[in-house]
């Protein structure tokens, strides 16, 4: 197959060039060849060729919670908006905190993928060793860490299900957890992410949340700001590669980037909906916008939007994390599942910010380069040169796309982007140099 007259995204900027599959891989790029009618000849004129993007932060709900979500019909949002990769997140039932777990969610998604993936392992106050050691050599793509969520063991319920954790899971990990484990951890190559919500920060509130100031209050910025701090002065003291994920104010940021000055190993990233949102569009939006991290100030928002762009913040990711509609809408408010999808519209909601700041291309790293350096699939993905993995996504540059709930294919349809409008559309996706379906996507490692 060919891509023919496109203009292909390099980290130089786009360029005049076919780009030649074979078997699945990149083969070579070739200045624009005359068009001619040969059939496997893709007419991409007028368009651009981007690398497809990678989701790092998914919540796919396979196995346990079909009402939420499955990997097919988690794969199929993805690629409808140019997501070839998503790494999904262990909160499945049973949580994937061993590496036989992992295996037997690994063949019960695989007939469903239309992307390829990356699991990501679970950290328990119980984790041993050896299950680090076993998860690592099970190919997990990194070790996630909730730190703000608790048990009631009394009941052994856990309190704050999100997304509907295992109730029998034990308590969840502290930093106790990753200190303990530091090195099985490191040894494993991968990252681990932590849930940065300090939990003795948040303030256990009893009384009833009815509304979005209510939940504010309840949990603070200086939650994120005081977990960050503490995971990287463990990064820094223990060796350990940490990775910060939906970094979601001013002040976790601000704790991040003095760790990191201070010579901690921390990879930040951080989610649409807190580089669009703020408190305010709770009165349009509703419960629907409720999830953990809370999307907070516009002086949050801004201060994100500014660190992604001077570089300061490595990756986007969705933390696309359906729910049911009643579920989502349970009252009072407090009682709402915590969680939004969003996998559809990391893309085209990247490519817009960036525009409106002055250079679209800006955001190709964000969700294909980055993401592939931090995960170890750097340059099997994240990027167009020879060799690599031929997941490509064709944009067209001059047709806008407005965000829908019944263009979106995830089974919970209402996202908190419904009605943004992007100056882009998608036109065509290939997972390894062929449209997608059900099944082609693989299991990923860490190289
Ligand atoms: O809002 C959230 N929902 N935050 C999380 O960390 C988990 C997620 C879920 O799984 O629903
Ligand atoms: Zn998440």
Same mark, same amino acid.
């Given at each position: 197959?060919?891509?023919?007259?496109?203009?292909?995204?390099?980290?130089?900027?786009?360029?005049?060039?076919?780009?030649?599959? +074979?078997?699945?891989?990149?083969?070579? &790029?070739?200045?624009?060849?005359?068009?001619?009618?040969?059939?496997?000849?893709?007419?991409?004129?007028?368009?651009? /060729?981007?690398?497809?993007?990678?989701?790092?932060?998914?919540?796919?709900?396979?196995?346990?919670?079909?009402?939420?979500?499955?990997?097919?019909?988690?794969?199929?949002?993805?690629?409808?908006?140019?997501?070839?990769? %998503?790494?999904?997140?262990? +909160?499945?039932?049973?949580?994937?905190?061993?590496?036989?777990?992992?295996?037997?969610?690994?063949?019960?998604?695989?007939?469903?993928?239309?992307?390829?993936?990356?699991?990501?392992?679970?950290?328990?106050?119980?984790?041993?060793?050896?299950?680090?050691?076993?998860?690592?050599?099970?190919?997990?793509?990194?070790?996630?860490?909730?730190?703000?969520?608790?048990?009631?063991?009394?009941?052994?319920?856990?309190?704050?299900?999100?997304?509907?954790?295992?109730?029998?899971?034990?308590?969840?990990?502290?930093?106790?957890?990753?200190?303990?484990?530091?090195?099985?951890?490191?040894?494993?190559?991968?990252? *681990?992410?932590?849930?940065?919500?300090?939990?003795? *920060?948040? $303030?256990?509130?009893?009384?009833?949340?009815?509304?979005?100031?209510?939940?504010?209050?309840?949990?603070?910025?200086?939650?994120?700001?005081?977990?960050?701090?503490?995971?990287?002065?463990?990064?820094?003291?223990?060796?350990?590669?940490?990775?910060?994920?939906?970094?979601?104010?001013?002040?976790?940021?601000?704790?991040?980037?003095?760790?990191?000055?201070?010579?901690?190993? &921390?990879?930040?990233?951080?989610?649409?909906?807190?580089?669009?949102?703020?408190?305010?569009?709770?009165?349009?939006?509703?419960? %629907?916008?409720?999830?953990?991290? $809370?999307?907070?100030?516009?002086?949050?928002?801004?201060?994100?939007?500014?660190?992604?762009?001077?570089?300061?913040?490595?990756? /986007?990711?969705?933390?696309?994390?359906?729910?049911?509609?009643?579920?989502?809408?349970?009252?009072?408010?407090?009682?709402?599942?915590?969680?939004?999808?969003?996998?559809?519209?990391? &893309?085209?909601?990247?490519?817009?910010?960036?525009?409106?700041?002055?250079?679209?291309?800006?955001? /190709?790293?964000?969700?294909?380069?980055?993401?592939?350096?931090?995960?170890?699939?750097?340059?099997?993905?994240?990027?167009?040169?020879?060799?690599?993995?031929?997941?490509?996504?064709? /944009?067209?540059? +001059?047709?806008?796309?407005?965000?829908?709930?019944?263009?979106?294919?995830?089974?919970?349809? +209402?996202?908190? &982007?419904?009605?943004?409008?992007?100056?882009?559309?998608?036109?065509?996706?290939?997972?390894?140099?062929?449209?997608?379906?059900?099944?082609?996507?693989?299991?990923?490692?860490?190289?």
């Amino acid at each position: 197959m060919i891509i023919a007259g496109g203009k292909v995204y390099t980290p130089a900027g786009l360029s005049e060039v076919d780009v030649h599959v +074979n078997e699945g891989r990149i083969q070579s &790029l070739e200045p624009w060849a005359e068009p001619s009618a040969r059939p496997e000849l893709v007419d991409a004129r007028g368009l651009w /060729v981007l690398p497809g993007a990678i989701d790092a932060h998914v919540h796919g709900r396979d196995p346990g919670f079909p009402e939420k979500e499955d990997f097919g019909s988690l794969t199929a949002a993805a690629v409808a908006g140019g997501v070839t990769t %998503v790494l999904d997140m262990p +909160n499945t039932l049973p949580g994937v905190a061993g590496a036989e777990i992992l295996e037997a969610k690994r063949r019960e998604i695989a007939p469903k993928a239309m992307a390829d993936h990356g699991l990501w392992a679970l950290l328990r106050s119980s984790s041993t060793a050896e299950q680090v050691r076993e998860l690592g050599e099970a190919g997990a793509i990194g070790f996630k860490a909730y730190l703000g969520y608790t048990v009631q063991r009394s009941t052994g319920q856990v309190l704050y299900t999100p997304g509907g954790m295992d109730p029998d899971l034990e308590p969840p990990a502290s930093y106790g957890t990753v200190a303990r484990l530091a090195q099985e951890l490191a040894e494993t190559g991968v990252p *681990v992410a932590a849930h940065a919500e300090d939990p003795s *920060v948040l $303030l256990s509130s009893t009384g009833r949340i009815e509304t979005y100031a209510d939940l504010l209050a309840s949990r603070p910025a200086a939650g994120e700001a005081v977990a960050v701090a503490a995971m990287g002065a463990l990064a820094r003291s223990l060796g350990l590669r940490v990775h910060i994920v939906h970094l979601s104010s001013r002040m976790g940021l601000e704790a991040a980037l003095a760790e990191r000055a201070a010579g901690a190993p &921390l990879t930040l990233e951080t989610c649409p909906q807190y580089l669009w949102l703020t408190e305010a569009d709770y009165a349009r939006l509703g419960p %629907v916008m409720k999830m953990y991290p $809370l999307i907070k100030t516009v002086e949050d928002r801004e201060a994100l939007r500014a660190a992604l762009l001077r570089g300061d913040i490595d990756s /986007v990711g969705t933390d696309h994390a359906p729910h049911t509609d009643e579920e989502k809408l349970r009252h009072p408010l407090g009682e709402a599942h915590a969680g939004s999808p969003g996998v559809q519209t990391l &893309l085209l909601s990247c490519l817009e910010l960036a525009r409106q700041a002055g250079d679209p291309l800006a955001a /190709v790293p964000w969700v294909a380069e980055h993401p592939a350096r931090i995960f170890g699939l750097y340059p099997r993905k994240g990027t167009i040169q020879p060799g690599s993995d031929a997941d490509l996504v064709l /944009v067209d540059p +001059n047709q806008r796309t407005v965000v829908k709930a019944e263009s979106m294919a995830s089974r919970q349809r +209402n996202g908190v &982007l419904e009605g943004q409008e992007f100056a882009f559309a998608i036109r065509a996706v290939y997972l390894r140099g062929e449209p997608p379906a059900p099944g082609r996507g693989q299991f990923l490692r860490p190289a």
